[in-house]
């Protein structure tokens, strides 16, 4: 650099800055300007060299590099200052001090050197305030650099405190690179973060990331770390040098830290002991609650104060508080607790971890059951629960509870995956199976498949859990409940497809329904005639390890019948919600329905001997959509198939769960008029075989006698109609019930033998081993009558519409027929003297019977009485005797074994009420040992035989078939009124229907306000809907249209379809109750 040598020797000796100049290590990112431009701009420096000079040392942006670089320097004491000045040259603030450091001690011995003369200038001083302004060069972009403290160099082993001191990149880059390290190894980088602050606030103390995988004992290596810091104080303090105003400084500020620290823990304490200590248990649950939240709060965010025993206690105690919202309070702050710090409260785990299972397992509110099995499921991620406690909260994904079982299923999902991963171990890992199942279609479900494994775990899994239940807990079955049989009530779901239900969502194997089927349908035994091969062998072990035991085809059938419900009905749904892809999802729909019917008859042929499985694979039928075979044109072929094994099914069994499937599936094909023919004759030929047994029967003995059949005999009897009880329920069965016989020993309609086999009930010696079954089999000769009736009602009814005459032949066996009905239940339920099963069902049906007629009163007393007046028989209500003698007993029974049942006091009777003489059935007399769930049944099942019975009474009282006409007419609807406020709603319920007030309210919250006045009422009465219109113009007074029908008959007017219109009443009949007769007819007379 020619100008530089030239400043050097032909220039005085220049003014020293007291700094020496080297070459920084950091390029600027601006053009470096060339020598002959440095010259020539020193050349124009003038008179005003202190100006210049002061604008080169204040101005950050221009860089050291353009001074000359090889000055002299005199000074060899500032040469450290000098360079660390270089290295920081553009920070203005460090290079002040500096320059202020450097004007005390250097320029005090020497004076400052003068700078040369470039191209003839002079250097100087500034003349003062009058001297020209220095011209200054552009300022070049600040290039912000950190100043790296002397601790830097001794602590390069800290990346992220060298990144943030010496690497000049923006702080968010650093945190980022920060992050990353944190996600590849936690505890390097918290361990890298927190020695960073160490160091940055003077402590020459590390920590180890053994001290960071120990969070416990993180109290006891903070002091550690404060004593040392104090001792590295004192020792400062002792060291000769030594910064006295930096130690005093320190010591000010540790000691203000250690009051500050002090008075908060005496506050803190003190809030706890005085406020908190004494408002968790405050009478008001909401300021528990408050105190709980607070608690779980402090736990949080002071966990080296309050996550300790002394205070996580309160949280356990509260978990036994008798209020919902302080239960619900403290378990959502220990799962708050719990996911950051569980490995931390061993100690109170083990002490609470009892009482958390139990809330999750036994709590009275669902909602807190729930939350306790989320708290638990924590612990069971992190090992901290028994063997028997995950047993007992994973027997809850069977619980009836859907709430419950949604919370629990993830827990025992996980419990499953765990199982699955070690059966994949014990095959061999996941690489074999891999190489034995790569290039596996996804839809070949009839082969060896890698999700059997799932599958074969899932059944392990629901039949140990189901096993425990069993074992547990008995099924509480309290001897024949006909009541619940004649009515084809609903099935519960099993706890099988409780769980599957839930399950159906988390595990894709059960969502997938065909890969269930495919693996009920394989056949598991494994050949030792094979080749021995690696590949082979490896199919032989999956083989061997997903080999179903019996139960879990049991198990797994219950659980393909639920996936296929769900599968079809969302499928469906979704079809309809989503009208864009209706048709692909309706093409799916479609090719599932065929799998479905082809899977069927393969299961049913596979399966078929038991019958409990039989029935499981017939409640599939149920989910088909049988409208998709009548487009497809599939019936001859495949559903016709599958009707003849339902057919096989219902003649190979006796099982009354599995009849009840086929009957449902013969209905369910029915709805679709292509089918009827189809399914009528398989139903016409299961007919033939009952009527043949029947027949057979009937000519060895005499069917209407009660005692001369043995046990084998009567077991047979009982067996054939069952099946003819179930059949009379399918379709129309008049013509074959009242075909006549072609034997001469038989030769009877056969409904004439049913009606025989009613005076079977009859009770005249008790035989303990023969009663049951001979009620039994009476009971079902009274549901078969029952539907005879109600299908020829059904084609007396439109007989009537169609004004066709009747036969006085066919009409006087009908009316006989009848009155020998009701004379044998009469019989049936009067030789008995306590209320069993078959005399309540006896009852019942009676007044049904009566009941079914009550539509031909018009008819007989209209227009066209001349032409049906002959049917006024079929009115004929039951004899007024009873009510005193018979049903007012059979009641006063009724209530009082409810009441027993309850623990419910009932009124007095009345003065003129008779005495009660009936006597309690001889369970209810013996005081039995009952656990709390059968004790819940029993008084379940004796509600609803009172209400039940009650019903049946009601409908006759209205229907006016009974306590109408006599000496004791109305005295049954008084009794019934006695106790309705003392038995419970479910029978005030049905008892209020003989109230004409509450029928009056009922149909009045019906219609829209009307005006006062007949004139303008007829014009502003809204249409009726079609349950009641009346075909004739009879405005009589009529109780069953201002109410809907209540359980019992009702539902099965409804099923039948026979008694769908109101019943009508001639107002002659019955008179006005107190004066209302117009407002009845405003009411309920339309």
Known sequence: METSDNNASSSPAP?????????????????????????????????????????????PNVSDEDAPSDEVHDDDDDDDNDEDDDVDADDEAARRSRRSRSSRKPRSKKPAAKRTKTNGATSGFAAGPLAAPAVKLPNRPKKITKIAPPSLARHDENSLYSEIFGSGNELDDVAAHWFQRYQKDDAQALTELINCVLLAAGCEQQLAEDDIRD????ANRLTELEEAYEQSLQAESSRRGKNKALIEDTQK??????????????????????????????????????????????????????????????????????????????????????????????????????RLVEMATRDSEASVRVAAIAVVDILRGSGMLEPEEVDSVSKLVFDSEIRVRKAVVGFFYELVQEFIDTKIDEIGGNDVLEELFGDQEEEDYDVLRKDWINIKALAENLAVYDAQLDAEQDEIRHGLDVAAE????????????????????KMPEISNWQVIAGYLLFDHTTSSKSRSSKSHSTEVAVKKAVAPQPQEEAILLEVLA??????????????????????????????????????????????????????????????????????????????DQLLEEIATQFRRHVDQTLLNEAVASFLHAREYYELEELVDGRVAGLWEDSVNSLRGLDKICELSLRGNLDRSTLTSLSQTLMKISKLVTVSDCVDVLEAPGTSIDSDQPLVNILVGIVARGRLTEADDELDDPEDEI?????????????????????AIENEEEIQNDDLDKFIVLRKDLIKHLIQTFSSRGFNDDLRLYAVGIACDITQLFIFLRPHIDGPQSAKYGKLRSLLEEMPAGLITKEIIPILDAAERAYAKRTKRTLNDPADDDDPLDDELPPEDDEEEELTEQERFAAELKAEKILCELAAKLVMAILARTIDHTGPDAGKLRKRLARNKNKLGSNFKDVVAYLDEDYLRELQGGKKKPTVKGKGKETAKKPALSTEIVIDDDDDEDDPFEGAEPEEGTAEDLRRRELIDDPIEDDEEEEPPVNNQAEDDEEVIGD
């Open 15 to 59: 003014r020293r800055s007291g700094r020496a100049r080297v070459a920084p290590q950091k390029f600027s990112p601006e053009p470096r300007p060339s020598q002959n431009d440095y010259a020539s701009s020193k050349r124009k420096r003038g008179p005003d060299n202190d100006e210049e000079e002061d604008a080169e040392n204040e101005e």
């Open 215 to 218: 969070p416990e004992n993180s």
């Open 253 to 354: 500020t540790l000691d203000s830290a250690k009051e500050n620290r002090e008075f908060i823990d005496i506050k803190v304490k003190d809030l706890f002991d005085i406020v908190f200590v004494h408002r968790y248990r405050d009478i008001d649950p909401k300021i528990r609650a408050e105190c709980i939240e607070a608690l779980g709060t402090w736990v949080c965010n002071l966990p080296t104060v309050y996550m300790s025993p002394e205070y996580l206690r309160y949280l356990g105690w509260l978990l036994s508080d008798v209020n919902v919202t302080t239960r619900l309070e403290v378990l959502k702050q220990l799962a708050k607790v719990l996911k950051r710090d569980a490995e931390k409260l061993a100690h109170f785990i083990d002490r609470f971890r009892p």
């Open 486 to 505: 004649v009515v084809n009530a609903a099935i519960p779901e099993s706890r099988i497809s409780l769980a599957a239900q839930v399950l159906y969502e």
């Open 562 to 639: 639920t996936a296929v419900r769900e599968n079809l009905s969302s499928s469906m749904e979704h079809g309809r919600d989503r009208r864009r892809h209706h048709k692909l999802d309706h093409e799916a729909q479609e090719d599932a329905e065929l799998q479905l019917a082809g899977f069927i008859p393969r299961l049913l042929s596979k399966y078929g001997s038991d019958p409990a499985m039989a029935a499981t694979v017939l409640r599939l039928e149920h989910s088909l959509d049988l409208e998709i075979f009548q487009q497809l044109r599939q019936t001859p072929a495949t559903y």
């Open 778 to 798: 009476v009971a079902f000769a009274i549901k078969s009558c029952l539907f005879y009736f109600m299908w020829k009602v059904q084609r007396l009814r439109k």
